[in-house]
């Protein structure tokens, strides 16, 4: 955690001994000034450390994501309490657009919905066209369930808890822990305050090779309400529970949920740290010979990967007090200050024109990853420091399974800190695991050519964003569209990339290598997107469409949306869109709103040009024309 300060540091100990007019032996001219910028370099401030910055308000009945990816409009909002009020909410909105003479649109999700995608939106903000439906402009209208978070039902006999659809994780662990019981084991997502219906209606996870790792594996029954305002309750097993689970609520909106808990449980956990990737995909194998419960953080730059195993503890072993889940990147807002500015100059400059690029940006960006991302310890206590913002990391031990599944991070979670100003670029897939080894190899020649092999000062030293990839692991999904449905043994694979938000008009650092994993991981190895994470764009990839890859399963759901919502009120554009195999649409700069992958050079941002990767020449991403 002191890694911030002792790359601040070094930046600063470096700026003093290094001129920008130093011959370096540059391989590529740069123009005279020096500068590809039309007009000068930006300075990119960070408006939230003003004192008197005030975040700008959303438009009336507008909501945004999390991350601040996406920003969804409607025209109105609907805030229920409970089923009821959600059902004679529906009935009425249906009654006045058919008066009006207007189509509905409805989405289920809340105000700071964790989707990256634009499910959660009725129409899809990166298209520049008029949202219409059959040629008429519709009633849009954000569903915002954060209201409902209670908890129903507690059954000891049974170990069931009912709760409301939208309570967060957060909400759910203290009502397990008040109940005296435990979740499945690495049965839920990493973020507390992600929501149980989000998080059911994405089928996201934990990690399980081959058990339970997903609600949509231990949920009882579920009470929903479809679009034309009649309330059901399916149990797991029936069609409706399968099209329901990771079904995006096209369907209906979930709003209650029984769920199948545990005794309460503790887990040991333990770590394989930091070690050599040479033999990655056979030391992913003798991990899962340990346990089932693994999560695996790579970073292919550095050499390196960390294992994350979970599995039951021995009876009557002592717990860690106070052990907590910091898998969430976090940061104290001190740390915060310092690492903010470092990565928006770090950002801010793409074409290595700034002295601090010669000082070695890339290297203390490198020491940030490697101390703060995969070098961080899944679980932490509390320590001397703590008030400070630095807990104990601990690499081994027991502690209550509730406690260490998934971190609560309040304002310090890196897309929450308004002092780091940064945000998320996850891009999260599903595919056959007997492909992993050969993965891991494509992974190791992007990063060889594509990183590091294009020429340029300290091309060797060119480090990803603070980050990992991650390598998780499923069973066949119960879902009809939940992204691992229909693979014998899914692997999920993920890379999770920390960005600045303050240099806008400039693609993240080394983007290209991400637009190329995107592709390689989408087209080559049939990778299903996560329909909770990720690009619009990853859904609507011409080449590699979503809907064939789900065959028989896709067919399915659209039966189902042909039963219980004909009209088609809670589909969202995106999905009307890849449903009916529509490609994204082009447009110049698309790679800034990462809505497209580049075809041409006007789609890339100023000073980059569109070409063929170097490692995988049949994917296109955008490059600096010229880079130090
Ligand atoms: C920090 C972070 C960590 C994450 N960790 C993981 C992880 O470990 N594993 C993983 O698999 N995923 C993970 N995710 C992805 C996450 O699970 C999804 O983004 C998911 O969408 C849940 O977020 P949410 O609860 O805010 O739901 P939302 O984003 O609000 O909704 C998700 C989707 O479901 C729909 N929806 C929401 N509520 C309902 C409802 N009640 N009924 C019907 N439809 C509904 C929405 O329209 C939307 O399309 C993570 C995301 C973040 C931001």
């Not at 659809?165 to 305050?193: C, H, I």
């Not at 059901?232 to 409706?240: I, L, M, R, V």
């Not at 030391?283 to 195993?309: F, S």
Request: proline content about 8%; glycine content about 8%.
């Amino acid at each position: 955690m002191l890694a911030p300060a002792i790359a601040g540091l070094l930046l600063l100990a470096c700026s003093c001994s290094v001129s920008a007019t130093v011959d370096l032996g540059l391989p590529h001219p740069l123009p005279a000034d020096g500068n590809l910028f039309p007009a000068g370099i930006p300075t990119f401030k960070n408006p939230y450390a003003e004192p008197w910055y005030q975040e700008p308000p959303l438009p009336k009945n507008y909501y945004r994501g999390a991350y601040e990816h996406v920003t969804c409009p409607s025209d109105e909002l609907v805030v229920p309490e409970d089923t009821a009020q959600l059902a004679a909410a529906i009935k009425s909105l249906r009654a006045r657009a058919a008066a009006e003479g207007r189509p509905l649109k409805m989405r289920p999700a809340r105000r700071g919905f964790a989707t990256m995608a634009s499910f959660a939106c009725g129409p899809q903000p990166t298209l520049v066209n008029p949202f219409l439906v059959d040629g008429k402009k519709p009633m849009v209208v954000g569903l915002m369930l954060e209201k409902m978070d209670k908890v129903l039902a507690v059954d000891k006999e049974k170990q069931q808890l009912r709760v409301q659809g939208q309570m967060t994780l957060k909400g759910f662990y203290e009502a397990a822990d008040a109940a005296g019981l435990s979740v499945p084991r690495f049965g839920l997502p990493w973020w507390q305050g992600l929501t149980l219906g989000g998080v059911f209606s994405t089928a996201s996870h934990g990690s399980g090779n081959n058990v339970t790792h997903m609600i949509c594996d231990w949920f009882v029954d579920v009470t929903w309400v479809d679009a034309q305002g009649e309330v059901h309750t399916s149990a797991k097993g029936s069609d409706e529970a399968f099209a329901l689970c990771g079904g995006l609520g096209l369907l209906g909106t979930v709003t209650e949920l029984t769920l199948q808990l545990t005794p309460s449980s503790n887990t040991h956990f333990s770590t394989w740290y930091l070690k050599p990737d040479d033999n990655l995909a056979d030391d992913v194998e003798a991990m899962l010979k340990i346990t089932p419960n693994l999560v695996v953080m790579w970073r292919p730059d550095l050499g390196k990967y960390t294992g994350h195993l979970q599995r039951p503890a021995p009876e009557h072993a002592p717990t860690i007090q106070g052990a907590q889940c910091n898998v969430i990147p976090q940061q104290a807002d001190y740390q915060a200050g310092m690492s903010g500015p470092l990565l928006r100059a770090w950002q801010g400059d793409p074409f290595n024109t700034n002295t601090m690029y010669f000082a070695g940006y890339d290297t203390n960006i490198c020491t940030l990853a490697l101390t703060s991302a995969i070098g961080a310890p899944w679980v932490t206590k509390k320590g001397p420091l703590t008030s400070k913002g630095i807990s104990q990391p601990v690499f081994e031990g027991v502690a209550p399974t509730n406690h260490v599944t998934s971190t609560d991070c309040g304002d310090n979670c890196v897309f929450t800190s308004k002092k780091l100003m940064s945000t998320a670029l996850d891009v999260m897939f599903a595919f056959e695991r007997s492909k992993l080894k050969e993965w891991v190899a494509d992974i190791k020649a992007l990063i060889k050519e594509d990183l590091r092999g294009i020429p340029g000062w300290g091309a060797h030293t060119r480090c990803l964003l603070p980050g990992y990839y991650v390598m998780r692991f499923g069973r066949p999904s119960d879902t009809l569209v939940g992204y691992g449905s229909g693979l014998q043994q899914p692997v999920y694979v993920q890379q999770q990339m920390m960005a600045s938000k303050a240099t806008p008009g400039i693609p993240s650092r080394y983007e290209w290598v991400q637009e190329t994993y995107e592709q390689l991981t989408l087209c080559k190895y049939d990778g299903r997107p996560h329909t909770g994470k990720n690009w619009d764009r990853t859904f609507t990839n011409p080449r590699c469409p979503f809907a064939p890859k789900f065959g028989e399963s896709f067919k399915k759901m659209v039966a189902m949306q042909d039963k219980y919502d004909p009209s088609r009120a809670y589909e969202p554009e995106l999905w009307t869109r890849l449903a009916a195999g529509e490609g994204y649409k082009l447009k110049p700069k698309c790679i800034l709103d990462r809505s497209c992958y580049c075809e041409a050079d006007e789609h890339c941002a100023d000073g980059f040009k569109c070409v063929a990767s170097v490692a995988f020449p049949q994917y296109k991403a955008c490059r600096p024309k010229v880079m130090n």
